[in-house]
């Protein structure tokens, strides 16, 4: 197949986030001919671009994709865009007005600026928030959004839509990619969904019982962002257009199931302690069907639940024990 991101100049907005850093890491191995990162640092890190960021093809400028100016600069020297900046659900939420600017009218400000410089394709991170509570299990990309109750969700499914408008109208060529619950090395610690695992290692390191606050029973589909980079690159290589593609493991797991595999993964023999719930959560049930995105661009989940977990809390042990090792010798 033509190497299409060999000798390419190609934008990651969010790029120095927990996805899409493992998206520049995949595309360097297909030596491009730069690569452009906008990130704000609202959430990313130079911690998570530690690994290229000396690389000569990378140009990371810390700014924010609501200025306009700064967009065109970028997208008018890009062929390709991988357009992952966004808000967590919680922050929409919080702030939607701001959600808003980011969201949306950023969104819409990038897909104009790739019409008219002519991109060759956009792929655009788009979220399992888009279902609310799914209507089958596993879910289909065409199940229909309307229980999704987020501004988030409603906003993801909004920018889906922008692109698919404007393929219609102006031919802009991309893929739209529904991750599920993304995790790994280098996942926030504060998330709303994912943080769990790292609230329970947590509890391992201090000896704690690790709280389940309901009866454990609601169910997600982890996936591990390394798959997830994957199949970023698949979309982008693929010639596949206006479509959007489930992105998940295809492996319902529950809390309990979750915090079972983690505590074996690290020999713990702690019991958890169950607490009445403290919020509703809309989405008790989440199962991805990857059929599409298996057929169409050839993605495969390649890592377990029970890898993932392991090389996570690797990371999260070293990590905590280097921490430990500054303060002591500051000290
Ligand atoms: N992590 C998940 O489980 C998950 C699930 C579904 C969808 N997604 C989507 O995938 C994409 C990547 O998510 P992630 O988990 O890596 O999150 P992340 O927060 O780590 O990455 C998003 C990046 O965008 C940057 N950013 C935010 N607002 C910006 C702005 N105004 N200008 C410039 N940069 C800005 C942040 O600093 C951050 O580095 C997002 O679009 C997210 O909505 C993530």
């Not at 769990?196 to 391992?204: K, S, Y």
């Not at 702690?270 to 607490?275: I, Q, R, T, V, Y």
Request: with cysteine; proline share 3%.
């Amino acid at each position: 197949m033509y190497n299409k991101i060999k000798d390419s100049t190609i934008l990651v907005t969010g790029g120095a986030g927990f996805i899409g850093s493992y998206v520049v890491e995949e595309l360097l191995l297909s030596k491009p001919k730069k690569i452009i990162i906008i990130d704000n640092l609202i959430r990313g890190s130079f911690d998570n671009i530690a690994s290229f960021i000396e690389n000569p093809l990378v140009e990371f400028i810390e700014g924010d994709i609501r200025n306009k100016v700064l967009l065109e600069q970028s997208i008018a020297k890009s062929d390709y865009v991988f357009h992952m900046a966004a808000l967590r659900i919680n922050s929409c939420a919080a702030n939607p007005s701001e959600g808003f600017e980011v969201m949306l009218k950023a969104t819409f400000d990038i897909a104009e600026l790739c019409v008219k410089h002519k991109i060759k394709k956009v792929i655009y991170s788009s979220s399992a928030s888009v279902y609310g509570l799914a209507q089958h299990f596993p879910t289909p990309e065409s199940d229909n959004p309307y229980n999704n109750q987020t501004f988030y969700g409603g906003a993801k499914l909004w920018g889906e839509q922008l692109f698919r408008s404007f393929h219609f109208m102006y031919n802009l060529d991309y893929v739209a990619l529904r991750y599920f619950n993304v995790y790994g090395v280098r996942m926030d610690t504060d998330g709303k969904y994912t943080e769990v695992m790292i609230r329970w290692l947590d509890c391992i390191r201090d000896q704690k019982s690790p709280l389940i606050f309901g009866d454990g029973n609601d169910t997600m589909d982890f996936v591990y962002v390394k798959d997830v980079a994957k199949a970023n690159i698949a979309a982008l290589v693929s010639d596949i257009s206006d479509e959007t593609f489930n992105v998940g493991n295809c492996e319902e797991t529950s809390l309990r199931e979750l915090l079972e595999t983690l505590l074996k993964v690290n020999g713990s023999s702690l019991k958890p302690e169950f607490k009445e719930a403290n919020s509703i959560n809309p989405v008790s049930r989440r199962l991805a069907d990857i059929s599409a995105a298996k057929t169409k661009l050839s993605f495969e989940p390649s890592i377990t639940l029970e890898e993932g977990l392991s090389e996570l809390s690797r990371w999260y042990f070293e990590k905590n024990n280097l921490k430990k090792v500054d303060h002591d010798t500051y000290r």
